[in-house]
């Protein structure tokens, strides 16, 4: 525990990185920041991998597609808010299609919050948990139970239980099921806050800031500069704070300063104001005091800062000495910082000073989400579970640690076995899934807190695994280490060699026999592997770690491969080999948008080659790449992939003219693994869930 004073600049991608989190746990979307083909609905969450290179920049907000809803005034008996806006209906159902949740309980979380009766709810993408951290007790709810926890925007109730916004209805949780309570807002949903008086603010990104009294949302009044909004504050009925935001001229998400509903209309503060450069990022808290506390980020990553609002004038706070991602204040009257992912840190601000938590205080793992303090305690998300402040250490939330794996982000990785086994990696390491039950983080014999980038299996059962420090294997239940260079990408041949590749132009292989090591020099690098079924090793790469292309090595040379007919210097993400000797490849190339003024967006191929000629399966506009691991193919040669940037889709399949939806009731932008059985293992907002084509 350490107590600098000063601000330092901080790695601005891990910042977006983080946002992109958060968009996705609370479902934000902004369909103002997304440059797109007009012509389609093609959008998705935010890709929380690196992407200065994909993104020509910083990463930008993405957008959901708006799911249609039909009003439900037919519910509405009267007017009357808060508890009498739960009618007397029973629970609703909505299980999405398909697919058997696998990891109900993975641990990971983004916040808490405490309802009125003073119940603690933890919330994470997939699952809301109730618990009791005294005793540990806890009852889980997942997608599984409820499409509506997919990507929930959840806000404790005044009555008791949570407020529900998930994109189909805005309903009362109790804990024992859900009540249809009122008519969904017609925005994006964004953020949602009950007022003491017991009516609903809601801040979306397409329809700005409204105001819910009863019979209907009423539009907060003109005078912001932007429609967009993103952080809500509400300290009464009609005292309100937003963030703003707009767009550039180059279609990226601008920050429009902060404004303030008081006596019927709205005073804005811009980022000058506020004491940061112009197109600051921010975020905003209320402390115990009343004053507003906001942090920003300038988008070209040359500050970080603290401001304070006591009500006359904004005033600049050092920062705790890292980079800071968001703001929560404490019942004490303290303000806490959670830093941008840049660093495992979070910070306390008391009596002027800062007093700085890192893992020397039994800070395990990132911080995934906020600070949370609450009369019953604080707590903090991190990509490694959900942790309370004992005394001045962390400590899990609950006694037990987690017991499943979290692979809802793109750090996640799947390998399926069969139906009855499974390999899964995320933040906190690999597990395996034998016997009905996860069994993990599993020591693999890398240093601990490496980070897992692919998974292979070879024809005798040796499980390979590639990390950031190094790669080891797994056989007869002993593992080995067999190299402690960082690796991207993992592939296995008929022969037991097991293929690695990184951002350097070339690629090795690594034997367990004792056989030194085989490099090969390639063009590029080897974000993605795949061997085909001739022995063929095909290595692809995107500019972000070296120099883009294709390449394939026939065990004499290792050439450049030319897919699309226009140039060698294609960017690749993906590549899965299929059973009939091809390739299944995922592409892009940048450039400017097709749609006029919505700036750079990329251009994505889904393409695949039958060992002639390539075919291009699908081409679609979108602002980033599609991201790794999420195409498969089944052993019967059909490919199937993520529906990553569609609504409502999980898992689609090609049938050999169109994409056919399989999974559907939330979107997913993680990975997939289909076992040789053809069951399909894949991410998802509840965890890891298993699908059973048929």
């Given at each position: ?596 003024g919505s700036g750079d967006t990329y ?24 991201p790794p691991g999420g195409i498969a ?62």
């Amino acid at each position: 525990m350490t107590t600098p004073t000063t601000v330092t600049d901080g790695a601005l991608e891990a910042m977006l990185a983080r946002r992109a989190h958060r968009a996705d746990a609370s479902g934000l979307a902004d369909a103002a920041f997304a440059a797109i083909d007009a012509t389609e609905p093609r959008r998705g969450p935010w890709l929380a991998w690196p992407t200065s290179r994909l993104a020509g920049g910083p990463s930008r907000g993405l957008a959901w597609v708006l799911v249609a809803a039909t009003l439900l005034l037919a519910l509405l008996a009267s007017a009357i808010v808060g508890t009498s806006l739960l009618q007397s209906r029973p629970p609703i159902a909505l299980v999405p299609t398909g697919g058997e949740a696998m990891a109900p309980e993975s641990g990971v979380y983004d916040r808490v919050v405490a309802d009125g009766a003073g119940t603690l709810w933890a919330i994470g993408m997939g699952h809301v948990t109730r618990f009791d951290p005294a005793s540990g007790k806890r009852q889980t709810w997942t997608v599984a139970d409820d499409a509506a926890f997919a990507i929930p925007v959840v806000a404790p109730a005044r009555a008791g239980g949570v407020w529900i916004w998930s994109g189909t209805s805005i309903r009362r949780f109790t804990g024992d099921g859900f009540r249809e309570a009122i008519p969904m807002v017609a925005g994006q949903p964004g953020e949602l806050v009950e007022t003491p008086g017991g009516s609903l603010w809601a801040a979306s990104a397409d329809r700005g800031v409204e105001h819910w009294d009863g019979p209907a949302w009423v539009a907060s009044p003109a005078g912001r500069p932007t429609v967009a909004a993103d952080h809500l504050l509400v300290r009464g009925e009609n005292d309100v704070w937003v963030s703003n935001w707009s767009v550039g001229p180059d279609g990226a998400a601008v920050a429009a300063g902060v404004s303030h509903l008081q006596g019927g209309g709205w005073v804005t503060y811009d980022a000058t104001d506020l004491g940061f450069p112009a197109g600051a990022f921010v975020s905003l808290a209320v402390a115990q005091d009343g004053s507003i506390w906001a942090t920003a980020a300038n988008y070209g990553g040359a500050s970080f800062g603290i401001t304070r609002f006591d009500g006359w004038s904004w005033t600049r706070i050092d920062g705790p000495g890292f980079p800071v991602w968001s703001l929560a204040a404490a019942p004490d009257g303290s303000v806490w910082a959670t830093s941008d992912g840049s660093t495992s840190a979070v910070a306390r601000y008391a009596d002027a000073r800062w007093t700085t938590y890192g893992a020397e205080d039994g800070l395990v793992g990132t911080p995934s989400g906020r600070v949370s303090a609450t009369a019953a305690g604080t707590f903090v998300g991190t990509d490694a579970g959900l942790l309370r402040l004992a005394g001045e250490r962390w400590v899990r939330a609950w006694p037990d640690a987690a017991d499943a794996p979290s692979v809802a982000d793109s750090r996640g990785r799947l390998l399926a076995v069969s139906a009855d086994e499974a390999w899964a990696a995320d933040a906190r390491g690999l597990w395996h899934f034998v016997d009905d039950r996860w069994t993990g983080p599993i020591q693999t014999g890398m240093p601990k807190g490496a980070m897992t980038r692919d998974l292979a299996l070879a024809g005798d059962g040796t499980l390979w695994v590639a990390t950031d420090s190094g790669v080891a294997a797994l056989r007869d239940g002993r593992w080995t280490v067999v190299s402690r260079s960082a690796a991207l990408s993992i592939a296995v041949g008929a022969d037991g060699t097991a293929w690695v590749g990184s951002s350097w132009d070339q690629v090795v292989g690594l034997r367990l026999d004792g056989a030194p090591p085989r490099t090969v020099a390639c063009p590029n690098g080897s974000f993605a592997l795949a061997i085909t079924t001739d022995g063929s090793i095909y290595a692809g790469q995107f500019s972000y770690s070296g120099t883009a292309g294709l390449a394939r090595f026939d065990g004499q040379a290792c050439r450049a491969v030319d897919p699309l007919g226009d140039g060698p210097g294609v960017e690749v993400t993906d590549l899965v080999a299929d059973p009939d000797g091809g390739l299944v490849a995922v592409m892009f190339r940048g450039g400017p948008s097709r749609t006029p003024g919505s700036g750079d967006t990329y251009t994505n191929y889904l393409a695949r080659y039958d060992g002639t000629r390539w075919t291009v399966l699908d081409e679609y506009i979108f602002v980033v790449a599609f991201p790794p691991g999420g195409i498969a193919v089944t052993p019967s040669g059909e490919v199937w992939r993520s529906g990553y940037y569609k609504a409502d889709v999980a898992l689609e399949r090609f049938d050999g003219q169109r994409w056919i939806p399989v999974v559907t009731g939330y979107t997913m932008s993680t990975p997939i693994s289909i076992a040789p059985d053809g069951v399909v293992w894949f991410g998802g907002p509840s965890g890891v869930l298993r699908l059973t084509p048929g």
